[in-house]
């Protein structure tokens, strides 16, 4: 058994938001959920410096690839297939071509 010297009024206030009805599973709860954030705020540092390094680039670009719709990709998939341009007047089959390297797309408003 550990004594510990806990101010009353703050397990008190931790009691009634916790909704726990002893001072064990109030001091053990916070323990608890802090570790949980502490967890999750060492994650997302993880997760910072991968993205800092560039490494969800390529999802990204998939991503924005996808957002193009299934016709524009259908459409891709066949010109890419029989080795022609897609000529069009839209910037989703210009941001489909930075994933799909083997595109050849032509914006003909663009001189």
């Not at 109030?26 to 060492?42: I, P």
């Not at 993880?46 to 560039?54: F, K």
């Not at 029989?82 to 408003?109: C, K, W």
Request: proline share 3%; aromatic share 2%; with cysteine.
């Amino acid at each position: 058994m550990t004594n510990v010297d806990v101010d009353d009024a703050v397990l008190a206030e931790a009691m009634r938001l916790m909704g726990t009805s002893t001072k064990k599973d109030t001091v053990n709860g916070a323990l608890a959920d802090h570790v949980k954030r502490l967890k999750r705020l060492e994650a997302l540092e993880r997760l910072s410096a991968r993205a800092a390094r560039g490494e969800f680039d390529p999802t990204e670009r998939i991503h924005r690839a996808r957002k193009a719709g299934g016709e524009d990709l259908l459409l891709c998939s066949v010109a890419v297939h029989h080795g022609d341009p897609v000529l069009h007047v839209d910037s989703d089959f210009a941001t489909a071509a930075r994933v799909i390297t083997e595109l050849r797309e032509q914006d003909i408003r663009e001189p």
